[in-house]
């Protein structure tokens, strides 16, 4: 019966190569190979294992050569070390254990031949598995010890930096992050939008409409703001998460993008005062979703339709405020936030702004961004041109190439004309809160419930309902009660 070669590079292989001490498998193979030639064994098949994987479940080629000696295709494997097979947990080293065992297939090494049905052999090779696998975990308590003092040092170990900035290796056993200009803006903007109030959703269709591309994709999606919105990295910090020892975050050796004071803000919101999910297709009904709280019980009040009266409601869905809490219209609800946005407005004015200072706003130059994006594009359209010219690319490639940066070029330009547009259209005045409180008080009544979310998100932080009394046609005066807690 013909024999099997199986080829799976270690760690330590691989670190060897990285020192330029030549490919690893090629190596094994031409060993392996004069083995079979010396010992005259025909070699039916090759597993060579290219991917690394602390068990049987994450090598493929390991679980097709185990398939086949479980079906007895060979009289024996030819591997450089036994511990190639297994190096995993006990479990997975007694599944190689009893296929070959079962098989009475022998595993042939450079040193040594394994019969596993002749007892002294069996009891070798279930030694040397169990020797392997505790020299692996002290491998890897070392290397973790090793991760973990690197990050603590302020090291950024991950392979892949995030978006906003590149990763050097200033000096030796130094890995840490360089900020990229035009993309700690679009960073910064990220920030600014969620703590005026728009969503992960919101923000990634905001940034595809600049025509502003990510790192690896084409378009923004609500997952990649999601994740930068909660990477501690854009504060300066280094977060590594580990098994034995959990989360890890501490002061990283980069250059902060985000104030810290900033990314806790948005922390802080992300957690207390969540956005609405709505599904693909679906528009947001309740305007108060993430504003709106039961004074009595502290959770979310929800929308609810009633029938009945043809009017849309709100109410607490909790058990406990059964009985205790009464439900309200929208429309008293929008009634009573506007005399408190106006009366609010009234203060500020009367107070001749004396807290200008205190509330300044948190914008960010779009108009820079978008330039900086244009140009980008720009100079990429110029390579496109180059290599067409140079027979790179060919005709319908350059046709394909050109039109899709054409269209983002038409894009960038439509959006600086908006913003010279909206530059020129007259301004309210006065301090961002009161250009804010005005705009809802303006725009309110005209905006879908989506806009009027943003806008009171904008001014409010929470309002507290409280309503014990329920309303009825006879009866005008009732015990609504909102606690609106401004920005």
């Not at 185990?66 to 997975?92: P, Q």
């Not at 090494?109 to 596993?116: A, L, V």
């Not at 009366?343 to 702004?353: G, N, S, V």
């Amino acid at each position: 019966m013909p024999y099997a070669m199986y080829l799976r590079k270690s760690r330590a292989d691989a670190e060897a190569e990285a020192r330029g001490e030549g490919e690893t498998l090629a190596k094994h193979e031409k060993t392996l190979t004069e083995l079979a030639e010396k010992l005259s064994l025909s070699i039916a098949k090759q597993y060579r294992e290219i991917v690394s994987g602390e068990n049987i479940a994450a090598r493929p080629q390991m679980q097709a050569l185990l398939a086949d000696v479980n079906d007895g295709k060979y009289d024996g494997v030819l591997v450089m070390e036994i511990e190639r097979l297994a190096r995993g947990d006990t479990i997975d080293q007694g599944v190689v254990a009893q296929a070959f065992k079962a098989s009475g297939t022998k595993i042939i090494t450079p040193i040594k031949t394994y019969d596993p049905c002749n007892e002294f052999d069996e009891e070798y090779f279930e030694f040397s598995l169990f020797m392997s696998r505790r020299e692996y975990k002290t491998i890897r308590r070392r290397m973790n010890a090793g991760r973990i003092a690197a990050v603590k040092d302020g090291n950024y170990i991950t392979p892949t930096p995030p978006f906003g900035y590149k990763k050097i290796h200033p000096e030796p056993k130094v890995y840490t992050l360089e900020i990229i200009p035009e993309q700690a803006e679009v960073v910064r903007m990220i920030y600014d939008m969620r703590l005026n109030g728009s969503g992960a959703r919101a923000i990634a269709e905001e940034l595809n409409r600049m025509g502003i591309a990510p790192m690896k994709s084409q378009y923004w999606e609500r997952v990649s703001v999601k994740k930068i919105l909660e990477n501690p990295v854009y504060a300066g910090k280094i977060h590594w998460h580990s098994k034995q020892d959990g989360d890890i975050v501490c002061c990283g050796r980069h250059e902060a993008i985000i104030p810290e004071e900033t990314f806790d803000r948005v922390q802080k919101i992300i957690k207390n005062n969540p956005l609405a999910h709505v599904k693909s297709g679906d528009t947001l009904k309740n305007h108060y979703h993430g504003i709106l709280y039961c004074k009595n019980c502290g959770h979310q009040m929800i929308r609810r339709y009633i029938k009945a009266s043809g009017k849309a409601h709100v109410l607490c869905r909790y058990r406990t405020c059964r009985g205790k809490v009464v439900g309200s219209t929208m429309d008293s609800i929008d009634e009573a936030i506007l005399n408190a946005v106006k009366i609010k407005l009234r203060k500020i004015k009367k107070a001749e702004y004396k807290n200008e200072q205190d509330i300044k706003p948190v914008v960010r130059d779009k108009q820079s961004i978008i330039e900086a994006e244009l140009t980008r594009l720009k100079n990429r359209q110029i390579k496109i041109y180059d290599f067409f010219e140079q027979g790179i690319y060919s005709a319908e490639v350059f046709s394909e190439r050109s039109a899709a940066v054409s269209e983002k070029i038409k894009g960038c330009e439509a959006m600086l004309k908006e913003i010279s547009a909206n530059e020129a259209a007259p301004k309210l005045g006065g301090t961002e809160l009161v250009f804010r409180l005005e705009k809802v008080i303006r725009d309110f009544d005209t905006a879908d419930p989506e806009e009027k979310n943003k806008m009171l998100r904008s001014i409010i932080r929470k309002i507290e309902y409280s309503k014990t009394e329920r309303q009825c046609y006879r009866k005008t005066n009732f015990d609504l009660k909102l606690d609106v807690y401004f920005l």
